[in-house]
């Protein structure tokens, strides 16, 4: 059973790294992609099958799922990456354990993460999620691109937090290479004030060659190596 998941794992491992190389080709890039693994809703057996086929970055989205997974996997050489909706008040727990925050979208918690990271004693790195939703939309995550210059500001200015750059999705219901080439241009301003913010998170199971195109340095991929992800989310 557990063999049969390691070929499947190690198999579709390998197309998307493929696919990430091709990707990489046709936009005469290095292939210096980051690939993150999304292991949300799938358990801490799958993440160990992934450290043992060479996946150092894991992301995952809910606080408590990722809090209890990070414990299962203790002793594993792994990075994770918190990329989901974070709430203030567990803004410092998560601070406890990721490696990475990809979705600091609001000032508000700029504080309660800088305090979590302070308490653990090493700095944490974060990336502001950025929205490409059209303005007036429901947004689904993400600062207003209006406002992310104040939270970048926000965020250099704390001891514990380091400024690596920025995460999007693109949006339903439009085509992603357009939504990434506006994230590319948010990206050139926000490295204008903040050179040392470069990295770009972008690109999912469905459009990861755009985001690699528009100059993504991490794409985020679940369900293209784990499978589909149970209805109920
Ligand atoms: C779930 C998730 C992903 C992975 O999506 P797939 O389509 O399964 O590759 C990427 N980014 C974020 C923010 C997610 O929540």
């Known amino acids: 059973m557990s063999l049969d998941r390691a070929d499947q794992l190690a198999r579709r491992l390998g197309e998307v790294r493929a696919r990430i190389a091709r990707a990489c080709a046709a936009a005469g890039r290095a292939d210096d992609v980051t ?33 209890a997974k990070v414990a299962d996997c203790a002793g594993l050489d792994l990075r994770w990456h918190f990329i989901g909706a974070l709430q203030s008040n567990k803004a410092a727990a998560v601070a406890a354990y990721a490696d990475l925050v990809e979705s600091l ?37 993400g600062v207003d691109p209006a406002d992310l210059a104040a939270l970048a500001d926000a965020v250099a200015a704390t001891s514990s937090l380091r400024l690596r750059g920025l995460m999007a999705v693109a949006p339903l219901g439009e085509e992603p290479a357009g939504a990434f080439a506006r994230l590319a241009e948010i990206r050139a301003g926000l490295v204008l004030r903040h050179p040392q913010a470069t990295w770009l998170s972008a690109g999912m199971s469905g459009d990861l060659e755009e985001a690699v195109a528009a100059g993504a340095t991490h794409v985020r991929v679940g369900s293209a190596i784990l499978g589909s992800r149970p209805a109920v989310q």
């Open 35 to 67: 690939l993150v693994v999304v292991t949300k809703y799938f358990p801490a057996s799958d993440v160990r099958l992934l450290a043992d086929l060479g996946v150092r970055d894991v992301g995952e989205n809910r606080h408590q799922e990722a809090e």
């Open 105 to 141: 979208d609001r000032t508000k918690l700029v504080a309660a993460l800088d305090r979590g990271a302070s308490q653990r004693g090493r700095p944490l790195d974060v990336l502001l999620q950025v929205s490409l939703d059209p303005p007036g939309s429901e947004h689904r995550a």
